[in-house]
């Protein structure tokens, strides 16, 4: 009995007798437990559509397309786009309205020969003033048209979702970039290559205004070389010796 009551069985017995843990298998190497696997978060599809298309991050007032229907609306940029008759002319009145308001009176007050100027240097000075206003207004057009059409053309989109401190960049999708390119080729490029021609023919003549300004000659005055002689009805020489007889000394009378 006191053998039997001594007797315990072997430690590997009494191990393998125990409960088994994944985690601690019976060879006693710990296996690790399977990892998830992550996935990335993917843009919502409706209706099975290409998930890809429809989904956007940049806000609706910074996306390309968005940004293009806001200038083609507003004024002046709506002016290239539009007939060119129209452009034209509205353009002329533009430069004509300035001309008249602001370089007509500066031209006169300020211009070339002071106030009252010849009528050449005043209409050259009104129409330069004006065509300057009409480069300036075109100028700006041509920039904002480059801003947008720069932005449809390229393959990523800067935006700002907050600030200007958190600024991100969107690849576009293949669809998004297809049409685009296609609204950035066919409808802003014509409006730039119009807006070029224009700048060149306004530069050109603001040019030839003020080459014409500063090589015309202002008209004579009546009285202008007359070499110091007497002036009829201004000066006399009687009355100069009169007040001043030392000035006069040794030269006959002219009287």
């Not at 315990?8 to 998830?36: C, D, E, K, W, Y």
């Not at 452009?87 to 002329?92: F, G, I, K, V």
């Not at 129409?127 to 075109?138: D, F, K, N, R, Y």
């Not at 010796?241 to 000035?247: K, N, T, V």
């Amino acid at each position: 009995m006191a053998a039997s009551a001594s007797f315990s069985p072997p430690l590997h017995a009494r191990l393998l007798l125990l409960p088994s843990n994944p985690a601690f298998p019976a060879s006693g190497v710990r296996r690790r437990p399977p990892r998830r696997l992550r996935r990335f978060a993917r843009p919502p599809s409706r209706n099975g559509s290409s998930a890809e298309t429809e989904w956007c991050p940049v806000p609706p007032e910074q996306r390309p397309v968005n940004e293009y229907e806001a200038l083609a609306a507003s004024l002046p940029f709506s002016w290239a786009a539009g007939d060119l008759r129209v452009y034209c002319s509205r353009l002329a009145v533009t430069g004509a309205a300035f001309a008249l308001l602001v370089g007509f009176p500066v031209a006169a007050f300020g211009g070339r020969g002071g106030a009252g100027g010849d009528g050449l240097h005043l209409a050259l000075g009104a129409t330069g003033s004006g065509i300057l206003a009409v480069t300036l207004a075109v100028v700006r057009m041509y920039l904002g048209w480059a801003y947008v059409g720069n932005r449809l053309l390229s393959a990523t989109v800067e935006y700002e979702e907050t600030g200007w401190y958190d600024g991100q960049i969107w690849v576009k999708t293949p669809e998004v970039l297809a049409r685009d390119r296609l609204l950035g080729s066919f409808s802003v490029k014509p409006v730039l290559n119009r807006v070029k021609v224009t700048l060149v023919g306004l530069a050109a003549s603001l040019i030839f205004c003020i080459l014409l300004y500063v090589n015309t000659e202002n008209p004579k005055e009546p009285y202008e070389n007359t070499s110091g002689r007497a002036i009829p009805g201004v000066y006399s020489d009687t009355a100069a010796r009169s007040f001043e007889p030392d000035a006069f000394c040794g030269e006959p009378d002219l009287s």
